[in-house]
């Protein structure tokens, strides 16, 4: 595959991936890159429909593999409609949430494990690896009180009775093992995965992934120009 360049962003809810992402969009445009940006679940007609079920919190009874499988279905209809075509293009494809959130939520949170979320990432999803992945970790209590927020400002301005708030209606106990799981994942794939730790401002973080960002593209520059 004629690859662009493939960015993540990770981390608990409300610790500032969606702010991050279009900070990061403008940057890379500004210096004239085409940009591509995405989230899971949702980002595709098809993923649209299923993250409405999956964050609905009148979705009852959801068994832990279903939501597994779900997560899957979102993210190969997205590779194939979304993220594949946009790396073919040679794009920068911004993703918000990607594989490593069903290994924290499902494997660490829902307690799945590892394992078949990485053997189903390598069947249904050929395998593909962000080339960087952002992992925000400010504060447990104040992330979640920030999701919790904003949920609400939306939750007033939206339809009554929709709402995207089943995985925060979670106790704290899922959500040090997802914390836990991230943890896991950032030290095994150190070279991947930059870990921004901390409860520095919305600027303080742009300007650190703009300088990550900056170095890895420049470094992708010099091994493409060293190619025959
Ligand atoms: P996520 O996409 O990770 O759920 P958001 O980007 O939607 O998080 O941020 C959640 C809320 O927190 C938003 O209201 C946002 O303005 C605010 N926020 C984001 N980053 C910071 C930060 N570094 N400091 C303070 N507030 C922040
Ligand atoms: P998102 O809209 O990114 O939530 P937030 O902006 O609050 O961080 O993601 C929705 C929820 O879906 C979030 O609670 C994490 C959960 N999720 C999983 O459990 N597994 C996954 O594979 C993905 C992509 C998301």
Redo the contacts with the bound molecule.
Sequence with gaps: MSRGFFITFE?????G??TQLAGLKAWLEARGESVTAT???GGTHIGDGIRGL??DSRTHDLSPLA?LGL?FADRAQSIAEVIGPALERGDVVLC????D??EA??GG?RQLGSRIVLDLHARLCGGLQPDLTFLLLPNLQRALQR?RRRNARSDAEGSPGAN?NR??REDQAFYRRVLNKYREIAARESGRVAVIEGDGSIDEVREQIAKLTEKRLRLRASHEKGRP
């Design positions: 981390g608990l809810d409300g610790s991936k969606s989230r899971q679940p999956l964050l939501e997560m918000d949430r990607f594989t959130s069903t939520y499902q949170g999701a995207e995985f925060e």
